[in-house]
């Protein structure tokens, strides 16, 4: 089964890609899904991150107080690294247990939707890596009308991830989201066929 990562910058399209890829019947693994998976109530995860931060990050209700723990780990290099030795590992094993059981059911492929895949040097553990690429002109102006948010936040958010330049280069194929919705479906059916031949000519 070949391993396919799609990325984007905030606002690219990972989204609606990811949903076409899905609506083709090809299984896909969510970062962000998984992420806030491994720490809802009751995981060892979320257990792990109360003996480290205190009771201080739940909310009434159990649930993790994001809001809470990100002032924790803003500016606390330390504290920072703490909560990523306990979220990294357990969302690692839990994307690594979908791939097996997608792997056993007989899928050709994969698609892994990882955000932050350049940013958190995950890029070389695929077979493909899938970038939706937009003008960062455009791109501001979908954050600000998706966000409700002014253009010197949307610009601050795109600062700090990987520039386009980057994640193109390290893209295997490259989606381009500037057109239609329909134009953009159309060149998933494209790569998803490419894949597809790939996988078959890689069995
Ligand atoms: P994020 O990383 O912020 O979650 P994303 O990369 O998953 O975003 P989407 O949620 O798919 O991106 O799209 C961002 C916004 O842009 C949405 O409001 C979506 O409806 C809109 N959008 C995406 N593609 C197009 C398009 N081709 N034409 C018009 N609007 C689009």
């Known amino acids: 089964m070949l391993r396919i990562a799609l990325t984007g910058g905030i606002a690219s399209g990972k989204t609606t890609v990811s949903d076409a890829f899905a609506g083709l019947g090809v299984p896909v693994i969510d970062a962000d899904i998984n992420a806030r998976a491994v720490v809802e109530p009751g995981t060892p995860a979320l257990q792990a991150l109360v003996g480290l931060f205190g009771t201080a990050i739940l ?3 159990g649930e993790l107080d994001r809001k809470a723990l990100r002032q ?3 500016r606390d290099e330390q504290a920072r ?3 990523e030795a306990v979220l990294h590992p357990a969302i690692r094993s839990l994307s690594e247990q979908q791939s097996h059981d997608f792997a056993a059911a007989g899928h050709p492929y994969l698609i892994h939707a990882i955000p932050l895949l350049l ?4 890029a070389g553990d695929f077979d493909r890596v899938i970038v939706v690429d937009v003008p960062v002109e455009l791109q501001i102006e979908r954050v600000m009308q998706r966000d409700n948010c002014d253009r010197p936040h949307a610009e601050a958010i795109i600062r700090s991830q990987a520039s ?3 994640r193109l280069q390290a893209a295997t194929d490259v989606i ?4 239609s919705t329909d134009d953009l479906r159309a060149q ?6 490419k894949i597809l031949a790939l996988a078959t000519a890689a069995h």
């Open 59 to 61: 909310e009434d209700n």
């Open 72 to 74: 924790i780990v803003f």
């Open 81 to 83: 690294k703490q909560l």
């Open 119 to 122: 940013e958190t040097g995950q």
């Open 164 to 166: 386009r330049e980057q």
């Open 176 to 179: 381009t989201n500037h057109g």
């Open 188 to 193: 998933v059916m494209a790569l998803h066929s």
